[in-house]
């Protein structure tokens, strides 16, 4: 293992209790790679789903929090030991109540913390799953989320401006149903105006620095091409094109002249809620919907590893990487070059297969653990 793969943070012991399938775990990966290898139902997305909750959100299945807890049980709780250039930290999380009751509490070194966002001080947090595969073909809805989460792996904040501009627009859809009066409407309309032009800064500059990034790091030889990406929407083109103040002030207006139209619609046609990710195949010049299944799959392993790339950039952390399931999706040549940049980005990744002989490039450089039963024990290197 080289010192740069050594340098981010990385989790030096993972504890759960009553997570999804997993009663008890305490696991101390030795390598900045750890591959988890095992029959499909094991439990290994288990795993690194219960570390992806210490990113902002709900972790990369974005399930409830009562999903999450062991059946019969009423609650979880996930610890990290994470140790880094900075020091050793432990951070935790977990359920405590249940039904309407239920809440997530957040703790770092035994002290609480505000929110998940607490976390990013101390690791950030990068994933691929399965789910992701019909991205570039499915709907706008799928790469919004995809954007959001690009986002706030360097910016911890966006979520809750997200999530607040939602209840912004749910109040003025209720209002419009309910012909509530005008005065409030402009009230709700005016703090729309402001979250959305906030959420669409975010997302403009996260997706403009991880453009410039690829445009001026790509690899001709790779066997990942590279991605173009832009952003498609009404909303996007005023904060392109004006003041963040002007933006607020047309996007108001849109919102005022836009009453009955949505009124009608039963919802706010216009906004960062409607937006999209364009992303083009680079090489090819064209859509990445229009790519080829392989190629799609390609290109987006090649925007996650430039996204840990800027994730590091941006923030001075180099990211924890997830990958499930993966390796088994990529030819010979592709795998070998995905051990390679991934072994060459600075954080722990954390890999799952059902096959050990997918993870054969990796020999003496990443920690395999085998998973089966409730239990995840080291077969070393």
């Known amino acids: 293992m080289t010192d740069e793969t050594g340098a981010g943070p990385r989790v030096a012991r993972l504890l759960l209790q009553d997570f999804r399938s997993w009663a ?220 963040a103040v002007d933006a607020e002030d047309r996007y108001r207006a849109l919102l005022r002249e836009g009453r009955g139209r949505d009124r009608a619609a039963g919802r706010t046609l216009v906004g960062p809620q409607a937006s999209d990710l364009a992303v083009r195949h680079g090489p090819k010049d064209i859509p990445a919907g229009l790519a080829s299944t392989g190629e799609q799959k390609a290109l987006l392993v090649g925007l996650v590893l430039a996204h840990a790339r800027l994730v590091a950039t941006m923030t001075g952390i180099a990211p924890l990487v997830l990958l499930d399931e993966v390796a088994a999706h990529l030819d010979p040549r592709r795998r070998a070059a995905l051990y390679d940049a991934l072994l060459r980005l600075g954080g722990q990744v954390w890999l799952t297969g059902a096959d050990r002989a997918l993870f054969e490039e990796l020999a003496n450089r990443a920690d395999i653990v085998a998973v089966a039963e409730g239990r995840a024990n080291s077969l070393g290197a």
């Open 24 to 243: 008890t775990l305490d696991l101390a990966p030795r390598s900045s790679v750890v591959a988890l290898v095992g029959e499909n139902g094991a439990g290994k997305t288990n795993l690194i789903e219960a570390i992806s909750l210490f990113a902002p959100g709900r972790g990369l299945r974005r399930a409830e929090f009562a999903a999450m807890a062991r059946h019969g049980t009423p609650g979880f709780s996930a610890s990290l030991t994470i140790e880094s250039a900075w020091g050793t930290h432990r951070l935790g999380t977990a359920t405590t109540g249940a039904g309407e009751a239920r809440a997530r509490v957040c703790r770092i070194d035994g002290a609480p913390a505000s929110s998940p966002a607490a976390f990013g001080e101390h690791v950030r947090l990068v994933w691929l799953t399965p789910d992701l595969d019909a991205l570039f073909r499915g709907p706008a809805g799928d790469r919004r989320r995809f954007l959001d989460r690009l986002v706030l792996a360097v910016d911890a904040e966006h979520g809750a401006r997200v999530s607040a501009l939602e209840r912004a627009l749910r109040t003025r859809n209720r209002l419009l149903e309910e012909n509530g009066e005008r005065r409030w409407l402009d009230a709700v309309e005016r703090e729309a105006a402001e979250l959305g032009v906030a959420v669409a800064a975010a997302r403009r500059e996260t997706v403009g620095r991880l453009d410039g990034l690829v445009a001026e790091t790509h690899d001709p030889a790779s066997p990942f091409p590279f991605a173009r990406l832009g952003l498609e929407g009404e909303i996007d083109d005023l904060v392109a094109t004006l003041p």
